[in-house]
Each structure stands twice: as structure tokens, then as C-alpha cells.
């Protein structure tokens, strides 16, 4: 069955396109996975059917605009978080964007997303009320569980410019099995000159590994694999493995380098494959030529997992309840 | 999907895809004169809302490239709407091409009439209106303003006429084609009229934007000039991709209401309305 190798095939290797490709399901199946711009800069330059290269020259055009709405954005985040004096981390796409990353060429970035240390959380979440931004949760129970139990304060919207805010302490929930160092984070972040910074570069590929695997349940994992594999072709991978094993992150940054390297061809060393590799791949594929999702089991299984992965069973079921009974 | 269609209108091309055959059965029909795209813009699909109601109280959701999560679902006999709708929906939330413009347009000399206003305004009849008496009708729906060179292109999809819009453009135009008569949709009734063939024929041809109008149906008959600041915020407001298109737009929109006269059209009947338009094209 169709799936979105054909895009992943692309992204790697863009030279392989023959004239002959289907354009139209590859077009859509990047736009469906948030990644036509990505392609549209990988595909830069080579000769292309008029329509098409017409076509990805508006997605560039679009990520431009994207890319500098998110670079404001983060400018707006500095202005009102400069009083206080505290780190402030650059995460995902804007940190890649900001740091002039081939991870952020082209790569649509929706949310701004921050790390501050966790002391620093409420007067952070008071200098952004006090400019603009404001509660996007109006449910208690959600608002409390965020507080409590999650990595993140619950998100935030500016009024004006409709643009939401995640403000992280640290990159995994609380309740989840896996403790990464956030001090370390932040000791270690590399400072962008304007008084704001981003993670190392070894950071962010734990970061990126993190949300991937030990968080979610895989939806756009074929952008955030995408990411990982641009930034092993910016920094490569030394120190990677002692830096996973620092933040008790070492099987997730492994599956991430088999991933990259069985989709992009990525330059890490090939490690024995797992079996649960290949359920990996059939859920980072899961979308045809139409840009639908499928293989539904699949996907229910990540589901499924997710939610495993982010509590203890007995939490889990407390939330389950909780949330059955309110719906 | 399991039926499929694809369609150019103006520069936008579209790939329909629908898990029934209704739906593209009625678009084959309805679009027979228009061309199919080289590469389909958007993607659009019309898919059961659960598998069953494929067949059980069949429930159409509207899909594609650019999704918008609170669009009501609807049921299968107005499938035409959805794709309508749906089609619609792509171009407003993806287009980045040209400056979109909600608003009806029509051309004569190579001169385009942009009309604008909130739904019921009288936008689509009154671009119906116009057709009939001999100029080019180039949509109801969106203008599409190019930045780089001010023109305005074509969007002549299917007309849109709903309520007493569906009578009063029967009667100016009784040779045109119709499709089913939709009752009861959320927009009351809708019936969609198929554009003229100079309208199809013509609509690879862009227009230059001459006068901007704000009709208001259901008024004293009135014609007020409106400066250009105020059709620069009057515009941002009817603009689906404004914001989206960061400087390219603002500049498109700066050059349109510079350029362009507009005025403010109060009208009791679509006949005043028309006689005021006219009126106004003759001063330019």
C-alpha cells in the first residue's frame, strides 16, 4: 500500500525524483505531514516540471513568512521575559530557525516553545500575562493537571497576535519513567547573543528523541525524524551517546539513529536492528497519496502507548476517569 | 479515494476526492466546460464521518491539505455543497499565490468591478446581475489580487445563489444552467448556477482592479465615497490571507486601495443596485 516512503525518499534523496514521479502525492502527503516546505528548499534548484516548481516555490515563500512570524515571536518572548534575568532556552523549531540550522530550512513552525528553570516558572508565567498573553485552558482540572504533573505550564495564547506559547522546564512529563537533567540543559546551552540561547547540539538531538519517542504518540514523526536527521548533518553525534546516557535518554536517542539511518540513509553507525523498528516506521509512514492517515490499529497502538508511557497505571486510570466523566 | 475529479478554475486547480459518487458525478457535470490542472493547488476530500456512514445516514466530512477542525459535517445530498465548500475552504486557509479577497468581481474593457461585503450583502446576485447584462463575470467568492502585478485574476467556480438570490437570477438568467436545489442547508436554500461561457472562456485572462465596492442590500439607494485607509482596514477584514502573506500582502493591498476608487453602495433592489454600479463606471 501507498504510504509517505515516497516523501521520505524525496527528502533523502531528492535527486532520485524522475520526471515520471506523482507529484501530486507527494505534494500532498509533505503538506499533510507539515513537511512541503522542507521539500520545497530540498528540491531547490533542480529541474522540475513548471507547475511543480511554480507550486514549491509559494511553499518557500510561505516558510519565509513562517520563519520570520517565528522569530518574532520568540523577539516578543524576550522583550517581556528580559526583566527578569533568568535562562531562557530556545526549543524545536524556533532554537533551529534562531540558530540557523538546516533542520529549519523550509520547517513549519506552529507554537514558541521555551525552557526557563523551574524556580523561575512563576514569575516567567506572570511577565508574559502581564504582556499579552493569556490562558488558553479555562477547565480547572486541566489547568491543575498541567501544573502539577506536567514539563510544561499549561499553553498560552497572546491576545493580539494569536500565537501560543509552551513554557517547558524540563522536556519529558514529570510522571513519566524517564528523568532527563534539566539543570544540565541549561548549564549547557549555547547563547544566541540577544540574551536568549538554545540547547547544545547534543541537547537537541535529545530533545528531539525525547519528544519523539518517550512522549506522544508519533503524530508528525516523520518532520521530527527529518529534524534529527539535519542535525546529525550539522554537528554529528560526538558525545551523543554519553549525553543520552546523562539524561537516562540512551534507547530513545538509539531508536532515533536507527530510524534516520533506515529512512534518510543518515551517517551514524549501524547498530543491530530491532524487531519493534519496523512497527516504528509502519506508524512514522502511516499516510497515503491523498494525505489521510492509515493503518488506524497502528496508530491506536502509539495511542495507546503515549498514555502508557506519561503515568504510572494507577495515575493513568485516576485520568481516564477524571476525564470519561467530565466529557 | 474511490471516486475522483479534478478541475481548474482560473489559476487554481483542484483534486476532488470523494468516498461517494454523487458528488463528482454532479461536479462532472456542473464543470464539463472547465479544463483539468496540470498539478492540482489543493486536495480536497469528502469522507464518511465514521465507515458506517458511508451507507447509513451517509454524513460527509470535509477534508484536504488544510484542515478546519470546527466545519460542521453535512449529509449526502448536499454533496455538492461540501465540495463546494470544501474547495473553497483549501483556497482560503493555503492560498498564498495571490492576495484573496472575498468579494464578486466583474470585468468589462479589461476592468475589473471588485464588490465586498458580509454574507447577504448581495455580492453573488449582484455579480449575476452584471453577467447579464454583458460583462465578464470573474467570481462571487474570492478576487484573486496578484502581488507583483496588481491584476486581478479569475475564480469563476460555480455560483453560489442562495435564498431570494436564487430567483432573482433565474429570471435575468433563464438559459443559464443550475444545479439541484440544496433546501435546507445552514445557509437556507442554495442552488448553484453555473458561470456563462464567456465567463469560463475569459478566465485565464486577469482584469486591472478600476473600482472597489461595498454593497448593502436592503437599504435607501446611496452612493458614498470611501477613502483608501478605510478600504485598507475593510479589506484586511474580508481577506483570508492577509496576515499569512506577511509583506507581499500588505504591499498588494496598499497598491489596490491607492489605485483603486471605492464607494459604499447602499440599494432596496437589485435593479438600483445595478443602475448605480453602472452609474459609477460611467465617471471613471
Not at chain 2, 453573488?124 to 486581478?152: H, I, K, Q, Y
Amino acid at each position: 500500500m501507498a504510504d509517505a516512503l515516497i516523501l521520505a525518499r524525496a527528502l533523502a534523496d531528492p535527486q532520485s525524483l524522475t520526471l515520471d514521479t506523482d507529484w501530486v502525492g507527494l505534494i500532498t502527503t509533505a503538506r499533510a505531514e507539515l513537511l512541503l516546505g522542507t521539500l520545497a528548499y530540498r528540491l531547490d534548484g533542480l529541474p522540475l516540471p513548471e507547475d511543480v516548481a511554480l507550486l514549491l516555490a509559494d511553499a518557500r515563500a510561505a516558510a519565509e513568512n513562517g520563519r520570520r512570524a517565528a522569530l518574532w515571536e520568540a523577539e516578543m518572548a524576550r522583550r517581556a521575559l528580559a526583566p527578569l534575568d533568568c535562562p531562557v532556552l530556545l526549543l524545536k523549531g524556533t532554537a533551529f530557525v534562531a540558530a540557523g540550522l538546516t533542520a529549519g530550512r523550509g520547517r513549519s513552525i506552529g507554537d514558541l516553545d521555551i525552557l526557563v528553570p523551574r524556580g523561575s516558572l512563576d514569575a516567567v508565567e506572570a511577565a508574559l500575562l502581564a504582556a499579552g498573553w493569556e490562558w488558553v485552558k479555562p477547565d480547572p482540572y486541566d489547568d491543575a493537571y498541567y501544573r502539577r504533573w506536567m514539563h510544561e505550564l499549561p499553553p498560552l495564547i497572546h491576545r493580539e497576535r494569536d500565537r501560543m506559547i509552551d513554557v517547558h522546564h524540563t522536556i519529558l512529563p514529570p510522571t513519566a519513567r524517564i528523568t532527563p537533567d534539566a539543570a544540565a540543559l541549561i548549564a549547557d546551552a549555547q547563547p544566541l547573543g540577544n540574551a536568549l540561547s538554545v540547547p547544545s547540539p547534543n541537547d537537541m538531538l535529545v530533545h528531539a528523541a525525547a519528544h519523539l519517542l518517550a512522549d506522544g504518540d508519533l503524530a508528525g514523526a516523520l518532520r521530527n525524524l527529518w529534524d534529527i536527521h539535519c542535525l546529525i548533518e550539522d554537528h554529528g553525534i560526538d558525545g551523543l551517546a554519553a549525553r543520552a546516557r546523562h539524561h537516562g535518554l540512551s534507547r530513545e536517542v538509539d531508536r532515533a539513529l536507527r530510524l534516520v539511518r533506515r529512512l534518510f540513509g543518515t551517517p551514524v553507525p549501524e547498530m543491530p536492528a530491532r524487531w519493534a523498528d519496523v512497527l516504528y516506521l509502519r506508524r512514522v509512514l502511516a499516510r497515503d497519496d491523498w494525505g489521510r492517515p492509515i493503518r488506524p490499529f497502528t496508530r491506536l497502538a502509539f495511542y495507546i502507548r503515549s498514555h502508557w508511557l506519561r503515568m504510572p497505571p494507577a495515575m493513568l486510570a485516576r485520568h481516564l476517569w477524571t476525564k470519561w466523566r467530565r466529557a | 479515494m474511490r471516486h475522483a475529479f479534478s478541475v481548474r478554475i482560473g489559476p487554481i486547480g483542484f483534486r476532488i476526492g470523494s468516498d461517494w459518487r454523487a458528488p463528482i458525478d454532479q461536479l462532472r457535470e456542473l464543470y464539463r466546460y472547465y479544463p483539468s490542472p496540470n498539478l492540482p493547488d489543493f486536495t480536497v476530500r469528502l469522507e464518511a464521518t465514521r465507515p458506517w456512514r458511508r451507507w447509513v445516514r451517509p454524513s460527509i466530512r470535509l477534508a484536504g491539505d488544510n484542515m478546519l477542525p470546527e466545519a460542521a459535517p453535512l449529509p449526502l445530498a448536499q454533496g455538492l455543497l461540501a465540495a463546494e465548500m470544501a474547495m473553497n475552504l483549501q483556497l482560503a486557509l493555503g492560498g498564498r499565490r495571490y492576495l484573496l479577497l472575498h468579494a464578486s468581481c466583474v470585468e468589462r474593457d479589461g476592468r475589473a468591478v471588485l464588490m465586498t461585503g458580509e454574507s447577504g450583502a448581495g455580492k453573488s446576485t449582484l455579480a449575476t446581475l452584471l453577467a447579464a447584462r454583458g460583462w465578464r463575470f470573474m467570481g462571487d467568492e474570492f478576487a484573486l489580487v496578484d502581488p507583483d502585478t496588481g491584476l486581478v485574476h479569475a475564480f469563476p467556480r460555480l455560483i453560489s445563489l442562495k435564498n431570494a438570490g436564487i430567483a432573482a437570477a433565474m429570471a435575468a438568467r433563464p438559459d443559464a444552467r443550475f444545479g439541484p436545489l440544496l433546501a435546507g442547508t445552514p445557509k437556507g436554500d442554495i442552488r448553484h448556477m453555473v458561470p456563462d461561457g464567456l465567463a469560463v472562456g475569459a478566465m485565464d485572462e486577469p482584469a486591472r482592479p478600476a473600482l472597489l465596492l461595498y454593497p448593502r442590500f436592503g437599504f435607501a439607494a446611496a452612493t458614498t465615497p470611501v477613502r483608501a485607509s478605510e478600504s485598507f482596514v475593510r479589506l484586511t477584514q474580508a481577506s483570508t490571507n492577509y496576515v499569512a502573506m506577511g509583506e507581499a500582502g500588505f504591499g498588494a493591498l496598499c497598491q489596490l486601495v491607492r489605485s483603486t476608487p471605492a464607494h459604499a453602495i447602499d440599494y432596496p433592489d437589485g435593479a438600483a443596485a445595478v443602475a448605480q454600479v453602472e452609474a459609477l463606471w460611467r465617471t471613471l
